[in-house]
Nanobody
Framework: QVQLVESGGGLVQSGDSLRLSCAAS????????MGWFRQAPGMEREFVAL????????LYGDYAKGRFTISRDNPKNTIHLQMNDLEPEDTAAYYC????????????????WGQGTQVTVSS
């Protein structure tokens, strides 16, 4: 069992940046591909970004390309999502998740989930 805890969300203005973090309870997370999803009110949870276990390969949702960067620090059991040039449309709860497969984009492909951190972008 891997527990994931997200942090770093908050209220920012359009054009600002935020860095989200996901702390894992176990070093076993280093064997998982790690991803970020987001969910706005009334919407389905959608894929944001994914990084493989070694940190050598990444995938991004179309709206994240060029603005968001996913990274991981395996010795610290931590995953980050750097978000730049934020827009009001990025407002959502952001979730960290772990998958044993890469690539993975569907929620059903992820075994463990965090509780989420809220990001709100004002115009």
């Amino acid at each position: 069992q891997v527990q994931l805890v997200e942090s770093g969300g908050g209220l920012v203005q359009s054009g600002d940046s935020l860095r989200l973090s996901c702390a894992a309870s176990s070093a076993a997370v280093s064997t998982y591909a790690m991803g970020w999803f987001r969910q706005a009110p009334g919407m389905e949870r959608e894929f944001v970004a994914l990084i493989n276990a070694y940190g050598t390969r990444t995938l991004y949702g179309d709206y994240a390309k060029g603005r968001f960067t996913i990274s991981r620090d395996n010795p610290k059991n931590t995953i980050h999502l750097q978000m730049n040039d934020l827009e009001p449309e990025d407002t959502a709860a952001y979730y960290c998740a772990a998958s044993i497969i890469f690539p993975a984009r569907q929620t059903g492909e992820f075994e463990f989930w965090g509780q989420g951190t809220q990001v709100t972008v004002s115009s």
